[in-house]
């Protein structure tokens, strides 16, 4: 998947970064985008047991930062959800909870309702980066 600066359309995956990391969500339009919970800021990640599947306007989403569009390969594209099922499920979301920044986070809420799968790619890199520095200890005790 890549990235660009670009008008969102109906059923995109969108992100803004947001010092390290990225917030994921659903464009529908510009009044709706679906995401996991508002932008991971210090103030919103206080309470995550709270933190809901919510529908807000690209203003709140995007906290004032650039919103990329995502950009399907040609496998992608034959393995995602039409853009009116995507936001079908994403809307069928809406009050879920269960929040965790490792385990259940934004990032899977999308691949979810655009994919059928479960994923994160921040998750993925922070376990990989993870066992790069377990794997570094353990080499120079030896």
Not at 14 to 22: A, E, K, N, P, T
Not at 64 to 93: I, M, P, Q, Y
Not at 95 to 117: A, D, K, P, T
Request: charged share 30%; net charge neutral; hydrophobic share 35%.
């Amino acid at each position: 998947m890549k990235w660009a600066f670009q008008e969102c359309r109906r059923g995109d995956i969108i992100r803004v970064r947001l010092g390290s990391v990225y917030h994921y969500g659903i464009f529908v339009s510009d009044d709706e985008v679906i995401a996991f919970g508002l932008p991971p800021t210090a103030e919103n990640l206080k309470h995550q047991e709270a933190i809901r599947v919510l529908s807000t306007d690209i203003d709140v989403f995007s906290c004032g930062k650039l919103v990329e569009t995502a950009h399907l390969s040609f496998t992608e594209k034959r393995r995602c959800f039409s853009a009116d099922k995507t936001v079908e499920l994403a809307r069928g979301r809406i009050g879920e909870g269960g929040y965790s920044l490792i385990h259940n986070n934004c990032e899977h809420f999308v691949n979810e309702v655009v994919f059928g799968e479960s994923y994160s790619e921040q998750e993925q890199a922070a376990r990989d980066k993870w066992r790069k520095f377990l794997q570094q200890k353990n080499n120079s005790r030896r």
